[in-house]
DNA sequence: ACGCCGATTCTC
DNA sequence: AGAATCGGCGTC
């Protein structure tokens, strides 16, 4: 017991940096959500990072509200919000308490319960595409609003399991995906040639 | 109270 | 290229 809550507080120390420091680190990582239905893990191929309060991107930008309140807190928790009314996002927290820190989770790979992520994904979807793109991860593991700030380290339904680091040059980075501001910064990371991994876009709401 | 806009995705 | 759809936040 004590080596397993050490094991979880050594994954916890390391998530308590910059987002922007955690993010290429997480490549490889595994998150798994049980339910009675089963089980659903993913191996994370695509992230960003966001960095809170100096982030004009962030949601943390402006600064605490009920919405993001999660990412203000300790490392190692989810933060879920709705995306265009429509699609349910995850981060994992990140940062010293207090300060406000994520990583979004953009797409991995199906490694368990493919069978169950295709039924809540609905209908007929490619392996590589059961968890590409925000939404569609976060549908494909079962996550809503109803786990935002569930830790992701303790003994509950949702697990983030670290990997060795991946070698550098199978990591790959550049520009987030449909921010408008701070749409420049190269804080996209993800799996060279992972066929997983979102197709880039650009948000049309960029200023030229 | 009201209106705009978004860390998106699917279909036409 | 455009619709769908809801919550947060700024403004009236």
Redesign the pocket.
């Known amino acids: 017991m004590a080596e397993a809550r050490d094991e979880s507080g050594e994954v916890r120390a390391r998530l308590a940096r910059p987002g922007l420091e955690v993010a290429p680190t997480l490549l490889g990582w595994t998150l798994s959500h049980t339910t009675e239905h089963g089980t659903v893990t993913v191996r994370l191929t695509e992230v960003?990072a966001?960095m809170?309060e100096d982030?004009p991107?962030?949601?943390?930008?402006?600064?605490?509200?009920?919405?993001?309140a999660v990412?203000f807190g300790p490392a190692g928790h989810l933060?879920t919000?709705?995306?265009?009314?429509?699609?349910w996002?995850?981060?994992v927290v990140t940062g010293e308490d207090g300060r406000?820190s994520?990583?979004?989770?953009?797409?991995g790979r199906v490694v368990e319960g493919a069978s169950l992520a295709r039924h809540r994904?609905?209908?007929r979807?490619k392996d590589a595409?059961l968890a590409?793109?925000?939404?569609?991860?976060?549908?494909a593991l079962g996550l809503h609003?109803g786990h935002n700030g569930m830790d992701l380290l303790g003994a509950g339904p949702l697990r983030l399991r670290p990997t060795p680091d991946l070698p550098p040059s199978h990591v790959a980075s550049g520009h987030?995906?449909?921010?408008?501001?701070a749409h420049d910064v190269p804080w996209r990371f993800w799996v060279d040639g992972d066929p997983t991994v979102?197709a880039y876009?650009r948000?049309?709401?960029v200023r030229p």
């Open positions: 960003e966001y809170g982030d991107a962030s949601h943390a930008h402006r600064g605490p509200t009920a919405r993001n990412m933060y919000y709705l995306s265009y009314g429509v699609h996002c995850s981060n406000a994520a990583v979004l989770l953009r797409a994904r609905g209908g979807v595409a590409r793109g925000p939404g569609c991860l976060g549908q609003r987030r995906v449909g921010v408008r501001l979102s876009r948000s049309p709401r």
